[in-house]
């Protein structure tokens, strides 16, 4: 179950369920459907663009929309390159002064989540990270740094993230309640 990019609700059930079944699934997932659809709506409202977690300004906008190139296109560039200075330079700084040590680091347009790490010590971002306000940005660095050590999300994982971000929680709420805006 899925919205599509027009925000239509999208359900894919194996051919021997019945239409019962199917309409017993979306009733016990309707919690989930509202809250979706609503940050589909709240979406399609925001027309705002963000770097480090503030509004660009709509000068600046007026400038990519204008072009003749194609204008998402442009702007995903712009993110990506944002992306890859800030990224690589803080998550190196923080690397050192928490003494972690990565061969990698790759900036992505993943669309579901906000960074991985790799068992051979590559680090992964999607671009759209840097449209966070620059404590969320830290938090999913650490994050993913912490996996250098813990490749799981287990209990010592999480007193690792802590030790170096006593108040990681609130920018992973930020990140969940606040991440629809950052998309293009």
Not at 8 to 31: C, E, G, H, S, Y
Not at 133 to 159: D, S
Request: hydrophobic share 35%.
């Amino acid at each position: 179950m899925r919205f599509d990019t027009h925000g239509v609700l999208q359900v894919r059930a194996p051919k021997f369920l019945l239409p019962a079944q199917i309409d017993a699934f979306i009733q016990k997932n309707t919690a989930w459907i509202e809250k979706h659809y609503t940050n589909i709506q709240k979406q399609s409202q925001d027309k705002k663009y963000y770097l480090f977690g503030e509004v660009i300004d709509p000068e600046m906008m007026y400038n990519f929309w204008r072009d003749r190139e194609s204008s998402p296109q442009k702007l995903e560039r712009f993110y990506k390159s944002e992306a890859k200075k800030y990224l690589k330079t803080r998550t190196t700084e923080l690397a050192n002064m928490h003494k972690f040590d990565f061969d990698s680091i790759k900036i992505t347009s993943a669309k579901t989540r906000w960074g991985s790490c790799s068992s051979n010590k590559t680090i992964n971002f999607t671009y759209r990270l840097i449209m966070a306000p620059k404590e969320a940005i830290e938090y999913v660095i650490i994050h993913e740094l912490c996996h250098l050590r813990q490749m799981n999300h287990g209990p010592r994982f999480w007193k690792e993230v802590a030790n170096i971000m006593p108040d990681y929680h609130i920018q992973e709420k930020h990140l969940k309640d606040e991440g629809w805006r950052y998309r293009i």
